[in-house]
């Protein structure tokens, strides 16, 4: 194999498992000698050096590891800690309000209202810090149960939870009309 092409490789296989990877594994997975993955990983090395690149590869007890370069680790943080921006999905703003309203709140109950698993949007909630767990239901398995959060006011101009929108007899009987229809679509599948 041409070496820039075998050091292409080496670079997307190092940088793709993120932690070291031994001699013997690149050498068996590119099908190539010892040696010649060696050297071309001190040549990748080198070119890294000279460019002054924000990377480099290490040694690790006969394994090599792609890493950065310890200059740039003060910048690394600095985007580390830049707040993520925090996107609410339907899924997400739907199981919001099932907490909201429902609290406290089993997982199995957010699942039986929305019919689906819902366990990714009650974790992603909790990260957001806009619910969290606010104990466990006296019952078998003892399930957690969930509430909302400070955050959550905050977040949607609420000073406590009694503030939040009422749904008036005209939504509730659109809201019937939905699921009824949700219900025969699905029987008709």
Request: glycine share 6%; proline share 4%.
């Amino acid at each position: 194999m041409e070496i820039r092409k075998l050091e292409g490789i080496i670079e997307a296989i190092l940088f793709t498992m993120g932690g070291s990877v031994e001699l013997g594994r690149l050498a068996g997975a590119l099908e190539e000698p010892q040696e010649r993955i060696r050297e071309a990983i001190a040549a990748m090395q080198e070119r890294y050096r000279a460019e002054d690149r924000g990377i480099n590869i290490v040694e690790l007890e006969g394994a090599y590891q792609m890493c950065t370069k310890p200059e740039a680790y003060d910048y690394l943080i600095r985007i580390a800690k830049q707040p993520k921006k925090q996107v609410l999905t339907d899924v997400l703003l739907e199981t919001l309000s099932i907490i909201a309203y429902k609290q406290p709140v089993t997982k199995i109950e957010i699942e039986k209202i929305r019919g689906v698993k819902s366990d990714h949007a009650v974790n992603k909630l909790v990260e957001y810090n806009l619910a969290c767990e606010v104990g466990r239901l006296d019952a078998p398995g003892r399930p957690l149960l969930f509430g909302t959060t400070e955050e959550f006011l905050r977040r949607f101009s609420v000073q406590k939870l009694e503030d939040l929108p009422g749904i008036g007899p005209e939504q509730m009987e659109s809201f019937k009309e939905e699921a009824e229809d949700e219900a025969k679509i699905q029987l008709h599948v």
